[in-house]
Antibody
């Protein structure tokens, strides 16, 4: 079955940076658009960023625009999220998710288990 | 941005109960509406796309309906494995947005 494994989370000071990775396996990674979604403690799911299969189209939530950068390396079957200028509001579990497509738009059909990012001094 | 409002935010129910969760969008979604199940410490699970089409492998006790701005997720007979938080998501336009979630708890 499809496997997505996030890594790179941890404790970082306010203003710091962190790079998350998502290793994909058991599917043809280069054929799929991918997303990052996060969940802050006690809160709901929040979409963070999307990247198309060839990196042509990239989108960000307003809350992270200008601070986060999504990227991918199809040769390494990997998705990344570079996070800069981190603040307490970025504390969350970060999930990567694969995008499927129907006649009614995208859906996130497979998700990783998540990696926890804690921003604190 | 499209705002998604779920109700109720939580509910208590017993095994065997029929449960209905509502999701209202701030503008018409033309059925670009998905549902997910999320348990603590687990990866979210994709349930329904296009407002009413079950993902392969999802039990038939789950169903979705709705159109325009109003959508519902129904669990016809709640099972022990169904106690979780449920989220709707619109993919009509970016930014993609989720509802606030509905926590289904054991009564």
């Amino acid at each position: 079955e499809v496997q997505l494994v996030e890594s790179g989370g941890g404790l970082v000071k306010p203003g710091g940076s962190l790079r998350l990775s998502c290793a994909a396996s058991r599917f043809i990674f280069s054929n799929y658009n991918m997303n990052w979604v996060r969940q802050a403690p006690g809160k709901g799911l929040e979409w963070v960023s999307s990247i198309s299969s060839t990196s042509t189209y990239i989108f960000y939530a307003d809350s992270v625009k200008g601070r986060f950068t999504i990227s991918r390396d199809n040769a390494k079957n990997s998705l990344y999220l570079q996070m800069n200028s981190l603040g307490a509001e970025d504390t969350a579990v970060y999930y990567c998710a694969r995008v499927g497509y129907s006649g009614y738009g995208d859906y996130f059909d497979y998700w990783g288990q998540g990696t926890l990012v804690t921003v604190s001094s | 941005d499209i705002q998604m409002t779920q109700s109720p935010s939580s509910l208590s129910a017993s095994v065997g109960d029929r449960v209905t969760i509502t999701c209202r969008a701030s503008q018409s979604l033309s059925s670009y509406l998905n549902w997910y199940q999320h348990k603590p410490g687990k990866a979210p699970k994709f349930l329904i796309y296009g407002a009413s089409t079950l993902q392969s492998g999802v039990p038939s006790r789950f169903s979705g309906s709705g159109s325009g701005t109003d959508y519902t997720l129904t669990i016809s007979s709640l099972q022990p494995d169904d106690f979780a938080t449920y989220y709707c998501q619109q993919t009509y336009s970016t930014p993609l947005t989720f509802g606030g979630g509905t926590r289904v708890e054991i009564k």
